[in-house]
């Protein structure tokens, strides 16, 4: 976070290729920085959509390998949503949130609350019978991803990996966390002194989410998506065991069981 | 949003003088970045916190002329904040959305749900004994900066007025857009075929919000706060109509009431 009045960059990377299962997404990623003449910078965070993390992960489900059980049928019918849908979205799920006509929410096994457990069926494969997961572990897919950038380029960075997601009280969806490493996702600015010298109470950023709607400006939603983001000229601390979990707001402190 | 890979810039213009009731904020912003050899370009989005636009539009209140009436007692016994502090927080609100120990969280007479209808006792007035509110119609006051902004510039700029808001499923606070002007606040981008040909079910997206969340991590939340930041390089649809407004998710549609 600035404190200086500076500048950031957001550096969209074009050129990386879709993704395919057991692709090295930091090799890919460090050809289409070349090709670009694009390099890492120390401190530098990439933003990665879970996309691709998710289609290197393999992460695809045949829509017509599922068999709903009556728990998906019977949520299928109550949401109008295909029951062979409905059985890949609670399999990803810890809980159900919310059901109505064409929502189903749910607390994702994750821990965050979002619509269809994250599941993805656009910009995947053709053909339309695909279901994309989020990643296992996107924690760990930012862990390992950064290690292995941090080695190519001998720098320090931080990941983020994004997702879009709705949100209950506000229309439009937004870029979110859903896995970091390197930085604190959540960055407590508690007890700092204000420009009037008192304490700030409560200040406790979203700083992943920050980062992670801010890429969602320059990757785009559509047919010509970026899905890495260099973001450029944040001062922030390193911080080698926060994750993206730590957003997750623990059910004893959701308001809106 | 950018579809090309390209740069956008997040440039946090320093030298912005403590805000008093009555100040013009383009003319003070106007000076500050011609201070740091800075300019408006076609297509900037200019993102000022509400904090010093309520600043400017003189939204105190003083905590000791409040008189709390018997709901506003009730529910400082149930959330154990101060009765006046609470008062306040009713007055600018719609309807009361949860009280817990330590939490109140309204919809705010603007539309949104937030956590003490946005008021601010951080980063104002020396004493403590001052409240500021939200601007009274922070699209009206995005249109206006954005009229002044434009005319003295002889530029199309978007303007977006942002506070930091906590979520009911996620830990820390996020940049949110509270007032809006010359840019689509949702961007609806549904219809547009995805990488494989297929049309974008539900891709709305709250760019506005995104913004507001991107300039977030530049103005940071503390002792050398920059309320103003200037964001550069997007491609977006000049939207004479739009403002924040149109993020609020009617109660209809709210899946959490």
Redesign the interface.
Known sequence: ???????????????IP?IQTGDDLAELIAQALQA?DLTLLDGDVMAVTSKIVSKSEGRWVDLDSVMPDDEALRIAAQCGKDPREVAIILSEAESVS?V?QG?L?VRHRLG??CANAGID??????G?QWRLLLPVDPDASARGLRQNLERRFEIKIGVVISD?HG??????????AVGSAGLP???D?RG???????R????????A???A??A???S???????PVVI?RG?AYPVDESAGAA????PPD????R
């Open positions: 976070m600035r404190r200086d009045g500076g500048r950031v960059e957001l550096i969209g990377v074009p050129g879709l670009n919310r109505r929502v929410i965050f609350v069926h656009s910009n995947t494969r053709p339309g879009s949100r209950p009280f506000r229309m439009g969806t937004v870029g979110v996702a959540r960055w600015l700092k002194p204000d420009l009037c010298g008192a700030l109470q409560i200040t406790e950023v979203g700083f989410d920050e980062l709607a801010a969602g400006l320059v785009g939603q559509s047919d010509e998506g970026i973001i944040l730590d957003l997750v707001r402190l959701d308001l809106y």
